[in-house]
């Protein structure tokens, strides 16, 4: 198995790979994020945390592109990505997963995570028709591709199952996987361990740090297990009521008395 695997090598630079600055998003009178602004280092682990409301979603939703400010400026790698299509930001290695699943339960596992791959695929409607050289070699190539993540994630037994007969754990552990194989370089998570038990949520924790470390991708992860933000994040930022209220070491976030306030006190995070 090829991935590319970037061990040793420093979690922040001097240049962050997002800066979200001064963010204000509203929905008619109702206001989703109020002046929110921070940066995001390459190869860490960012969590977003807060009560339900505080428009988490939404922040995630302005970095790929389903939602636009009204007012500030969202950098990805130094451009300017404000305005620009979701589907360019995929190019550009912004990648997502969701709160609710997002998959194709009438396809088999590894169609779901070849369709991740539409972004590389250059071969036309007509040359795939008539099974064209160009297809067959990039046939070829995406599938090892999505070979190399489904040994990495440890779905080989399910590859062609179809995936609305998974268990959740396992569908989840799918989108991940068709997030993958787009290649990211920021990967958004939205509560991606909703639903799950201790032992589906401890695999994919293991997954996500395999993913930081070895692929050296950056995540940026909204949940509400905070045993389990705690645990994996290099830095928190908490948000209230649309505002950054917080942000900093896991240890810092523990003990800030607005995080408490705001969000902790009926929180587990021993």
Same mark, same amino acid.
């Given at each position: 198995m090829i991935?590319?695997?970037? %061990?040793g090598?420093?979690k922040?630079?001097?240049?962050?790979?997002l800066?979200?600055?001064n963010?204000? @998003?509203s929905f $008619?009178?109702?206001a989703?994020?109020? $002046?929110v602004? /921070?940066?995001?280092?390459?190869?860490?682990?960012?969590?977003?945390? $807060?009560?339900?409301g505080?428009?988490?979603?939404?922040?995630l939703n302005?970095i790929n592109? /389903?939602y636009?400010?009204?007012?500030?400026?969202?950098? /990805?790698q130094?451009?300017?990505?404000t305005?620009v %299509?979701?589907?360019k930001?995929?190019e550009?290695?912004?990648a997502?997963t969701f709160?609710?699943?997002?998959?194709?339960?009438?396809?088999?596992?590894i169609?779901?995570?070849?369709? $991740?791959?539409?972004i590389? &695929?250059k071969s036309?409607? @007509?040359?795939?028709?008539?099974?064209?050289? @160009?297809?067959?070699?990039?046939?070829v190539?995406?599938?090892a591709?999505v070979?190399?993540i489904i *040994? /990495?994630?440890?779905?080989?037994?399910?590859?062609?199952?179809?995936?609305g007969?998974?268990?959740y754990?396992?569908?989840?552990?799918?989108?991940l996987?068709?997030?993958?194989s787009?290649?990211?370089?920021?990967?958004?998570?939205?509560? %991606? &361990?909703?639903? &799950?038990?201790l032992?589906?949520?401890?695999d !994919?924790a293991?997954f996500?740090?395999d993913?930081?470390e070895? &692929?050296g991708?950056?995540l !940026? @992860?909204?949940?509400?297990?905070m045993g389990?933000?705690? *645990?994996?994040?290099d830095?928190?930022v908490v948000? *209230?009521?649309?505002?950054?209220?917080?942000?900093g070491l896991?240890?810092e976030?523990?003990? *800030?008395p607005?995080?408490?306030k705001a969000?902790? !006190?009926?929180?587990?995070i021993?």
């Amino acid at each position: 198995m090829i991935l590319n695997i970037i %061990p040793g090598e420093m979690k922040t630079t001097s240049v962050p790979i997002l800066n979200f600055e001064n963010i204000h @998003l509203s929905f $008619g009178g109702i206001a989703a994020l109020l $002046g929110v602004s /921070f940066k995001v280092w390459p190869k860490e682990v960012l969590s977003i945390i $807060g009560p339900n409301g505080a428009g988490k979603t939404c922040l995630l939703n302005c970095i790929n592109g /389903f939602y636009k400010p009204q007012k500030g400026n969202i950098l /990805f790698q130094g451009q300017d990505v404000t305005h620009v %299509p979701c589907h360019k930001r995929a190019e550009m290695g912004i990648a997502r997963t969701f709160q609710n699943l997002a998959i194709y339960s009438g396809l088999s596992t590894i169609d779901n995570i070849l369709t $991740g791959r539409h972004i590389f &695929m250059k071969s036309n409607t @007509l040359s795939c028709g008539i099974w064209y050289r @160009l297809a067959q070699k990039e046939e070829v190539r995406h599938r090892a591709r999505v070979e190399e993540i489904i *040994d /990495f994630l440890e779905i080989e037994a399910i590859r062609n199952h179809m995936v609305g007969s998974l268990p959740y754990g396992l569908r989840k552990r799918v989108e991940l996987a068709r997030a993958l194989s787009l290649e990211p370089q920021l990967l958004l998570l939205d509560e %991606p &361990m909703a639903g &799950m038990n201790l032992e589906e949520k401890e695999d !994919m924790a293991r997954f996500f740090l395999d993913v930081n470390e070895r &692929m050296g991708v950056t995540l !940026m @992860l909204i949940e509400h297990d905070m045993g389990v933000v705690m *645990d994996i994040s290099d830095r928190i930022v908490v948000l *209230d009521f649309g505002k950054k209220i917080a942000e900093g070491l896991p240890k810092e976030i523990r003990k *800030d008395p607005k995080v408490i306030k705001a969000y902790l !006190m009926d929180e587990s995070i021993s």
